[in-house]
């Protein structure tokens, strides 16, 4: 079974300020992380996936996550954020080999002017 | 964007009535899934499909049903629906298989069951 965990339901950050959202999942086997943005009244999109190779990863946006499978964690970050970034974010993971997702239960992110 | 078109995209319904949601999409993917979105507990699976005719439960499948019959199209069906089942329901495709691939998803479909 796997399951992921989004500690932060809401995290609120200043403009221009950095920001880290944290996931952690569980699994007993190979798994591969996401993670989706959803604006306001939208369907999600993606804003960046580990398959494998390099841990960090780049995503649209300026976004970057880092896979850590020691502490099984794909926490996503930017260095400075801007009003349009205020979305909900979620992390989801998959199993190799199967055909669908587990999405954690997503952390708002508001950012202050 | 993907072509995705979910309809209707609001719909009231009082208890114990049939609702079907469609989801259409021109992008001739393989895959077709259908999730419901509630506050707290974030996107859960409810079917997906991987071909014509060819569907699987999810993780939520209790008191839905769905069908397949063209590639274009995915039905979800609440067969009598119930107050547990508002919420905001999603369609998403995939044209590779759903643990590597990118998921597109549609506008959604609020439903309120009174």
């Known amino acids: 079974a796997q399951s992921v965990t989004q500690l932060d339901s809401q995290v609120p950050v200043f403009e221009e300020a950095p920001v880290e959202l944290r996931c952690n999942y569980s699994s007993s086997v190979s798994v591969y992380l996401f993670w989706y943005v959803q604006y306001p009244n939208q369907g999600l999109q993606l804003l960046l996936k580990?398959?494998?190779?390099?841990?960090l990863v780049k995503g649209i946006n300026g976004f970057e996550a880092e896979f850590n499978k020691s502490q099984t964690s794909f926490h996503l970050r930017k260095p400075s954020v801007h009003i349009s970034d205020t979305a909900e974010y979620f992390c989801?993971?998959?199993?190799?080999?199967?055909?669908?997702?587990?999405f954690g239960t997503g952390t708002r992110l508001t950012v202050i002017p | 964007d993907a072509g995705i078109t979910q309809s209707p995209r609001h719909k009231v319904t009082e208890t114990g009535t049939p609702v079907t949601l469609r989801c259409h999409q021109t992008e001739n993917h393989r895959y077709m899934y259908w999730y419901r979105q509630d506050p707290g507990h974030g996107l859960r699976l409810i079917h997906y499909?991987?071909?014509?005719?060819?569907?699987d439960k999810g993780e939520v499948s209790d008191g839905y049903s769905v069908s397949r019959s063209k590639t274009e199209d995915f039905l979800l069906t609440l067969e009598s629906a119930t107050s547990s089942q508002t919420s905001v329901y999603f369609c998403a495709i995939s044209g590779t298989s759903g643990d590597t691939g990118e998921l597109f998803f549609g506008e959604g479909s609020r439903l309120t069951v009174l």
């Open positions: 499909s991987y071909g014509v005719k060819d569907t």
């Open positions: 989801a993971v998959s199993q190799t080999g199967a055909n669908n997702l587990f």
């Open positions: 580990y398959l494998s190779g390099s841990t």
